[in-house]
């Protein structure tokens, strides 16, 4: 078994992404998973406040700031701290996530040897509605990274035919793997009628009135506007809905939304913001309909949380949603930046909450059979033992 591997032969393996927040969120499950097959993780990120919580899995963490946006000095000064940590600690494999970690981290692994070079993309940062030459130059730095890759894995299957067709990374190096979550935290069963009616009467949520509910940052990207512009004419028919915003607040991205904007709205007295969560699992059983009308997701893990725990979801029509729900099986799929339409399907699954119901069924096995992490996380282990074998 991997435990007994001799200390000196544990495989060490790095993990780079841009934010405390991604790895706790997006990747925690998967450090733990190969800790857990005796591998040695370390994990390179922006400095925040969940690298104690990342800290307490016992995972060593190495902090170096990743700019969000392009700034060519920063940038050049984050690959070359990355350059110096992955040459002095000499790691087996290092493994990106995120574009710009993706493109220094593994152009800095490559400049220091290191002999396994991985990256997952999480969603490519161009897609069908950018301009020629946006799209053109975000190709070339994914086949710049590309060339310093040994493997890339896709979690979403539009992704992974892109690059083949774009040829971002030689066919025989890119791998589709998918994406999941803890099917058993997400799991609608764990939590009683009785549960339900007690965490409502802590948020002080009106146990009669309907709930809708979304988890995303509060950025326009996860198409906010669109749903308060939705949201309105829903209590036109509906006065009694509630709108459940379960994410944190992004006050240095360009596109951040401030509460304070459903004033314009009208809809102050119907909306609960919950800010950031870490007891998403206990919020998901409190609402009859999840949507997420966002303009650009990877694999959306809210989507696919909310499914297993059997709520019909209301999406947008886009790569990445669309793998996730079955449109009029699992949920409902809606054009893009369209009030009009996403008010008119918000309101029908409300006036038919037994259609509802079904589609949630629906959605638990569809979860529980395509994106159940373990799966995922073998997928990438077995990809693993191979370079080790073949490189190491």
Known sequence: MAHNQNVKNRIKVCYVANTDMAVKFLLLDQLKFFKNEGYEIYVVCSPGKWIKDIEKEGIKVKIIVFKREISPISDLITFFKLYFYFKKEKFDIIHTFTPKPGLLGQLAAKLAGAPIILNTILGFYFHERNSYLKRKFFILIEKIAARSSDLIFFINKEDFE????????????????????????????????????????????????????????????????????????????????????????????????????????????????????????????????????????????????????????????IRGCREVVEDGRTGILVSLKNPEKLAETLINLLENSEKGKKMGFKGIKKANKEFDERLIFDRIKKEYLRLVGGKL
Do not use: Q
């Open 162 to 317: 892109t690059a083949l067709k774009e040829k971002i990374g030689r066919a025989d190096l890119i791998r589709y793997v998918s994406d999941g979550i803890d099917i058993s935290r997400f799991n609608p069963e764990r939590f009683s009628e009785d549960f339900i009616k007690h965490k409502k009467e802590i948020l002080g949520i009106d146990p009669k009135k309907k709930v809708i509910g979304i988890v995303g940052r509060l950025v326009k990207e996860k198409g906010y506007l669109d749903l308060f512009e939705a949201f309105k004419k829903v209590l036109k028919e509906f006065p009694n809905a509630i709108l459940l915003v379960v994410g944190p607040l992004e006050p240095e991205k360009k596109d951040r939304i401030d509460p304070k904007i459903i004033k314009n709205f009208d809809i102050e007295k119907s909306t609960l913001f919950l800010g950031e969560r870490t007891d998403v699992d206990e919020i998901y059983p409190l609402m009859d309909i999840f949507v997420l009308p966002s303009y650009r997701e990877g694999l959306p893990h809210s989507v696919i949380e909310a499914s297993a725990m059997g709520k019909p979801v209301i999406t947008t029509n």
